[in-house]
């Protein structure tokens, strides 16, 4: 949707998942520099999705579990000193929690909203969707696995 009305400026491509049926593409770069391990990414990400700390169900929009979010990404790489660079190569909107993604009930993407806390929620209208963060965190785990299997093959 948001890619449709220009909102984030990305090619669409035909794909059986989500709500519309398109998707874009993008790249994450995990890089390590000696002990430093880095994680390259496309987007202005929530750092609970980074680090953990879900807010819990009776400060969310909508009163969903933080057991629904996926794992940080700090968990998934196993290095509490993950160092996280947002906005690199291009740009795919902001990801927030699953748990706390909110948008408007009648014009969602187009206008912002104001939840049953009163908060406003700007995030979600330039965001790819509620699954972005499961798709940034499985394609991390995806990206961990091949480094740590290269890794025992040294």
Not at 59 to 71: C, L, V, Y
Not at 134 to 141: C, E, S
């Amino acid at each position: 949707m948001i890619c449709s009305v220009g909102i984030i400026k990305k090619e669409k491509y035909p794909c059986t998942n989500g709500k519309i049926g398109v998707a874009v593409k993008t790249e994450m770069t995990y890089m390590q520099i000696g002990d430093l391990n880095i994680l390259m990414l496309p987007n202005e990400i929530f750092p609970e999705l980074c680090y953990g700390g879900y807010l819990p169900a009776e400060e969310t929009a909508e009163g969903k579990s933080p057991d629904i979010n996926p794992d940080p990404l700090q968990k998934i790489a196993g290095d509490d000193d993950l160092l996280f660079l947002a906005l690199v190569n291009d740009f795919t909107g902001y990801v927030v929690p699953p748990n706390d993604f909110f948008l408007h009930p009648d014009i969602p993407y187009i206008d912002t909203t104001r939840d049953r806390l009163d908060r406003g929620h700007y995030e979600e209208t330039n965001s790819l969707g509620p699954d972005t963060a499961y798709i940034v965190a499985d394609t991390f785990k995806q990206m961990m696995e091949t480094v740590k299997a290269a890794e025992k093959e040294k």
